[in-house]
């Protein structure tokens, strides 16, 4: 497989930093785009140069020039957009929340282990340099034994109900949005937790605003982190053990810096990216591919459906509920 030719469900921001990231990839074309209407789909592709341009989803599924989709719709879609470019035979990069549920994550993992085909979840934070890095150094005992970490993602929105953030039709609110980055970098460093304790500050429009969380661990390991739509935070991550500690500068879940602190020896490390990073998960897929493997051991299956337990947990804490569910 000389080259991955990818199509992208979807036109909206995300999709577009999705293509934009493609660009940094010689072994990478944007070959197709899929909307729900001619004028959308025509537009994308006027944008990006994309040859094949589709106003239906099932037409993108089924365009035998495509060998992998990116699933770019808000996340109630993800489920179904995912198993109709699986039942077509495509690999599919599913961008985060990975579903709107845990039951809705198993039923999605189902369809590709039916159809022998890839599956990720585009948590593409975990693939870039930085992340990479602080897995090495945690592998290679570089602070000792873990036992605290934490991270953060919140910003402030305008308050508009009829935007996705504030509908909980679409899913909307600050955990499945940005706090599923803080629940992904906390099993990538911990694995799945042994207890949750969570608050949130629902809005006027029912959806969580900002929230507060702790997972705990075996032996005492502890996890804290904070998400929200309407404050603006720090954005940092830090990793905590018994001989040192590890910094992710702001913004953490796309930094290019970590400062590590090893027995008492402070170093900066910088760490940048190519691209605009999006470019290394599709790189991730792309080298899934060509070795025949049907997910990816840096985000695999069962823990995109692990994340997905803890946050169902997480809301199910709050009282919080989404329509479609």
Not at 107 to 114: D, M, P
């Amino acid at each position: 497989m000389d080259s991955i030719r990818w199509g992208i469900l979807g036109t909206g921001g995300i999709a577009a930093r999705f293509a934009d990231g493609l660009k940094a990839l010689p072994d990478a074309e944007l070959i197709a785009v899929g909307s729900r209407a001619e004028r959308t789909a025509d537009a994308f592709a006027d944008r990006f140069d994309i040859a094949h341009r589709h106003a239906s989803y099932d037409a993108l599924a089924h365009d035998d020039a495509v060998d992998a989709i990116y699933v770019a719709t808000p996340h109630p879609f993800h489920r179904a957009h995912s198993i109709l470019c699986l039942r077509a035979g495509k690999a599919v990069l599913c961008e985060k929340p990975f579903a709107i549920n845990a039951a809705e994550a198993q039923e999605v993992i189902n369809v590709a282990r039916q159809e022998g085909r890839f599956l990720m979840e585009a948590m593409w934070s975990r693939f870039l340099p930085s992340i990479t890095k602080v897995r090495e150094l945690l592998q290679d005992g570089a602070i000792g034994d873990l036992r605290l970490a934490s991270a953060e993602f919140g910003f402030r929105a305008p308050l508009n109900p009829k935007h996705r953030l504030f509908d909980l039709r679409l899913g909307g609110g600050a955990l499945l949005d940005v706090g599923v980055y803080a629940v992904s970098f906390a099993s990538m460093v911990f694995g799945p937790p042994t207890r949750v304790v969570s608050m949130a500050h629902l809005g006027d429009t029912g959806i969580d605003e900002q929230s507060a969380m702790i997972l705990g661990y075996d032996e005492g390991r502890l996890f804290t982190g904070h998400a929200a739509v309407r404050t603006n935070t720090p954005q940092e991550a830090s990793l905590i053990g018994t001989e040192g500690w590890i910094r992710i500068h702001s913004p953490w879940w796309r930094s290019d810096a970590i400062t590590l602190n090893a027995r008492g020896n402070e170093e900066l490390l910088q760490l940048p990216f190519q691209g605009n990073g999006y470019n290394y998960e599709a790189a991730e897929v792309a080298d899934c591919l060509r070795n025949g493997r049907q997910e990816s051991a840096v985000m695999p299956l069962a823990e995109s459906l692990q994340i997905m337990r803890t946050l169902d947990q997480i809301r199910g804490q709050w009282g919080l509920r989404y329509p479609m569910e």
